[in-house]
């Protein structure tokens, strides 16, 4: 067990996260650690044979979670009786297995042995203990990945719920214009039409930048604009994530920045591994998102990045699907399982969870 990926030897960890997936890097796992955007502590379960580390399972606890605020509408639909009866939230202690900012996954190398599934989950079982907590979810992960794990799981209790799916997005070789091109007509036209509407203001300009804590003060404002339209949080991102997310060189991140004269009104954070990349945070001036078409047009400009770094697939995550789907991404499925200490809790969970789950993917713009 360790308490921070810093106590996994870095060589160690490029070596088992060799996924090109920019979210995984180690420095950007560590700035997560110390940056105070929700959990109370990080945790990686080791897998080890001999001396040698085979596989690590990322988690993270969280104290005193408002589950109204994870499970969307939906679930606070289904969560109403239950608020009048308490007279308040209900909070709980969950660890959170897999990766909190994206899809999770089991760390781990090649010829992992066929009984590492129920090592892994014997620690996660004697984690919870440890911490006290009484619900534990591998969040989003493949059907893949949580089929790797099936049988140790289905021994664990554990039982399987749908997630929010991933928007991923194939980027064609070439310029912009051969993005534009490779749209449906609808997604063509729509594209056009965001563009055209946006360079018909002579006072915007959008730009990339590789520094950007510079404009900490104009952009946590646009970032909790939308945090605050969110159907469901589990993180929430402070200025010191952001600040390092822009001064530390290992994390390959940059910002996408709009401008009407002076005033920043709407930036996209992304991160760029070899082939792939990812849109991971955006915040815009919803009194002018509509008129500049903001929400597109910054994705845009993160596109034409990535296609210009040389990137072959770009993430742009959960939410707002039928915007993404006009610009060209196809959804990827992802699951969470789901247990309880408590037996009885857990037969009711597997009834009530997938109720109550957040699946619709809406966002308020």
């Not at 605020?69 to 009048?84: F, K, S, V």
């Amino acid at each position: 067990m360790a308490d921070s990926v810093s106590d996994i030897p870095p060589e160690v960890w490029g070596e088992l996260a060799a996924l090109d997936d920019p979210i995984y890097e180690y420095a950007f796992l560590q700035a997560m650690e110390g940056a105070g955007i929700g959990p109370a502590a990080y945790r990686y379960l080791l897998l080890s044979r001999g001396q040698r580390i085979e596989a690590v399972l990322p988690a993270c606890v969280f104290r005193g979670l408002a589950l109204e605020e994870t499970l969307g509408a939906q679930g606070r639909r289904a969560l109403r009786p239950l608020r009048r009866v308490m007279g308040r939230p209900l909070r709980i202690d969950i660890l959170v297995c897999g990766h909190l900012l994206g899809e999770g996954r089991v760390v781990r190398g090649a010829g992992v042995h066929g009984a590492a599934p129920y090592v892994l989950l014997d620690g996660v079982r004697r984690l919870s203990t440890s911490l006290g907590v009484r619900w534990t979810v591998f969040k989003d992960f493949s059907p893949s990945e949580l089929e790797w794990l099936e049988p140790a799981l289905r021994k664990a209790g554990y039982f399987r719920a749908p997630a929010l799916p991933d928007a991923w997005l194939s980027l064609p070789a070439g310029g912009f214009d051969r993005y534009i091109a490779a749209l449906s007509k609808n997604g063509r036209s729509t594209a056009r039409r965001n563009l055209a509407r946006f360079s018909a203001h002579q006072d915007v300009s959008i730009e990339v930048r590789d520094r950007f804590d510079d404009l900490l003060p104009a952009m946590m404002p646009l970032y909790q604009a939308v945090l605050n339209r969110a159907e469901s949080r589990l993180d929430v991102w402070t200025p010191r994530f952001v600040a390092t997310l822009s001064r530390d060189p290992g994390i390959p991140a940059k910002a996408v920045v709009c401008w009407e004269r002076d005033r920043l009104v709407g930036f996209l954070i992304c991160l760029f591994g070899k082939r792939n990349s990812v849109a991971i945070r955006i915040g815009f001036d919803y009194d002018r998102a509509y008129e500049l078409r903001l929400y597109q047009v910054v994705y845009y400009r993160g596109i034409e990045e990535a296609m210009r770094l040389g990137m072959e697939r770009m993430n742009l995550t959960q939410t707002a699907y039928e915007a993404k789907r006009k610009m060209g991404c196809h959804l990827v499925p992802l699951e969470h399982a789901v247990t309880h200490r408590n037996p009885f809790c857990t037969t009711i969970l597997r009834i009530f969870f997938p109720l109550a789950v957040n699946r619709s993917g809406r966002q308020r713009s």
